[in-house]
Nanobody, 124 residues
Framework: QVQLVESGGGLVQAGGSLRLSCAAS????????MGWFRQAPGKEREFVAV????????NYADSVKGRFTISRDNAKNTVYLQMNSLKPEDTAVYYC?????????????????WGQGTQVTVSS
């Protein structure tokens, strides 16, 4: 049974930082690209960042480039999202997802497993 469990969300002031974690179990972690998506109230879920199986290739949404960093620790079956210089528009539920694909997929349909999400709220 595959499980993706996010943690690290919370309330932070604009300009602050948070680090999200996603612990994976029940899958061969190094076979999966890992991504982060987010869904703000009243909006569709959108791509945030992705890292390939090795950690050497990444891709980001334009809205977070230069502020967010995705990384993974294959020894711990965990993927991270370091979020700096947070803005109120970053407020959303953040989801971790796993894609059994080579490369760095950015579309939701390319992902096979999803976590339950963690809330990030950025106050102005």
């Amino acid at each position: 049974q595959v499980q993706l469990v996010e943690s690290g969300g919370g309330l932070v002031q604009a300009g602050g930082s948070l680090r999200l974690s996603c612990a994976a179990s029940g899958l061969t972690f190094t076979s999966y690209a890992m991504g982060w998506f987010r869904q703000a109230p009243g909006k569709e879920r959108e791509f945030v960042a992705v890292v390939n199986w090795s950690g050497y290739s990444t891709n980001y949404a334009d809205s977070v480039k230069g502020r967010f960093t995705i990384s993974r620790d294959n020894a711990k079956n965990t993927v991270y999202l370091q979020m700096n210089s947070l803005k109120p528009e970053d407020t959303a539920v953040y989801y971790c997802a796993a894609a059994l694909r080579v490369g760095i997929p950015t579309r939701q349909y390319e992902y096979d497993y999803w976590g339950q999400g963690t809330q990030v709220t950025v106050s102005s």
